[in-house]
């Protein structure tokens, strides 16, 4: 009798049939995520208005939902870190070479990486807020010599100062997309540009969740989307993100798995994939 899956397994295979305890737990997740981020949140929103008084913020729901984002997301990409630390450990430790981390948060994967591999490592983060902490990981890790922060995005608008700040043609031998592609804007416009800054034979590193392949899960994540793009700042549950790179076609190595321990349940399955372009 085999083992059963642990956290860090992966598989090729279709996911498993979920049974009622898989269904449960799967309709409980996405309601526990919102949970704890209203948690976290509301006390630091609470303080910021009684600090910053305005009687329009105050009745403002946009501007409280801003607010409890901002004091509450960084606890949900701890959180995260430490579920699929088991996972991304050794997808991270594949990169090599002048990297490129899209999305690069608080930090939370630049203890993966192997500084000896890192040549150069280029952090792309817009959200000031996690910054501050990502500079903090950084300098943990023996990395801040060897890393530029890019304060900006992948918006079309950005791309004449990402090109100032080294993100050139044919530059990078790796690239690093761990749970960005989610909440980039209009993401299948950018994978183009991205594929581009490779070297050939660079790669690809991606963790993301996606899409469900499965009914009803895939129904359910089309339900929660609306309401989870404007808790989770832009982040879509129903996006096909390991497909999108795949058929972009131009690679000469694709891998794409999945945690054995994920169901047809799953509302926040992932994907699990390297990517190397044609030399």
Same mark, same amino acid.
């Given at each position: 009798?085999?083992?059963?899956?642990?956290?860090?397994?992966?598989?090729?295979?279709?996911?498993?049939?979920?049974?009622?305890?898989?269904?449960?737990?799967?309709?409980?997740?996405?309601?526990?995520?919102?949970?704890?981020?209203?948690?976290?949140?509301?006390?630091?929103?609470?303080?910021?208005?009684?600090?910053?008084?305005?009687?329009?913020?105050?009745?403002?729901?946009?501007?409280?939902?801003?607010?409890?984002?901002?004091? $509450?997301?960084?606890?949900?990409?701890?959180?995260?870190? @430490?579920?699929?630390?088991?996972?991304? =450990? &050794?997808? *991270?430790?594949? +990169?090599?070479?002048?990297?490129?981390?899209?999305?690069?948060?608080?930090?939370?994967?630049?203890?993966?990486?192997?500084?000896?591999?890192?040549?150069?490592?280029?952090?792309?983060?817009?959200?000031?807020?996690?910054?501050?902490?990502?500079?903090?990981?950084?300098?943990?890790? $023996?990395?801040?010599?060897?890393?530029?922060?890019?304060? @900006?995005?992948?918006?079309?608008?950005? =791309? &004449?100062? *990402?090109?100032? +700040?080294?993100?050139?043609?044919?530059?990078?031998?790796?690239?690093?997309?761990?749970?960005?592609?989610?909440?980039?804007?209009?993401?299948?416009?950018?994978?183009?540009?991205?594929?581009?800054?490779?070297?050939?034979g660079g790669q690809i590193l991606l963790f993301e969740h996606i899409a469900s392949k499965h009914q009803p899960a895939r129904l359910l994540q089309n339900i929660?989307?609306?309401?989870? =793009?404007?808790?989770?700042?832009?982040?879509?549950?129903?996006?096909?993100?390991?497909?999108?790179?795949?058929?972009?076609?131009?690679?000469?190595?694709?891998?794409?798995?999945?945690?054995?321990?994920?169901?047809?349940?799953?509302?926040?399955?992932?994907?699990?994939?390297?990517?190397?372009?044609?030399?």
């Amino acid at each position: 009798m085999g083992r059963s899956a642990l956290p860090g397994d992966l598989q090729s295979a279709p996911a498993r049939p979920a049974g009622p305890l898989d269904i449960a737990k799967s309709l409980l997740e996405p309601i526990m995520i919102n949970a704890m981020l209203l948690f976290n949140g509301l006390p630091g929103a609470v303080c910021d208005q009684i600090r910053h008084p305005n009687p329009i913020n105050l009745i403002n729901p946009f501007h409280w939902q801003s607010l409890i984002l901002t004091h $509450g997301f960084a606890p949900i990409l701890s959180t995260s870190n @430490l579920i699929y630390s088991n996972i991304k =450990r &050794p997808v *991270l430790q594949q +990169a090599y070479g002048k990297t490129l981390e899209v999305g690069a948060g608080s930090g939370e994967n630049i203890a993966y990486y192997n500084p000896q591999k890192i040549e150069r490592l280029v952090c792309m983060e817009p959200y000031a807020p996690l910054r501050v902490q990502l500079e903090k990981s950084l300098d943990a890790a $023996g990395l801040v010599h060897k890393t530029t922060v890019v304060p @900006l995005g992948l918006e079309l608008s950005s =791309r &004449p100062q *990402l090109l100032a +700040a080294g993100l050139e043609p044919g530059s990078f031998d790796t690239i690093v997309l761990v749970q960005v592609l989610c909440s980039v804007q209009s993401p299948k416009d950018h994978l183009e540009f991205l594929q581009s800054l490779l070297k050939p034979g660079g790669q690809i590193l991606l963790f993301e969740h996606i899409a469900s392949k499965h009914q009803p899960a895939r129904l359910l994540q089309n339900i929660w989307t609306p309401f989870w =793009r404007s808790a989770f700042g832009g982040c879509e549950l129903n996006r096909d993100s390991a497909d999108w790179v795949r058929n972009l076609g131009g690679w000469e190595y694709v891998d794409i798995k999945r945690p054995a321990v994920e169901t047809t349940a799953s509302l926040l399955p992932h994907a699990v994939a390297r990517f190397v372009k044609a030399k």
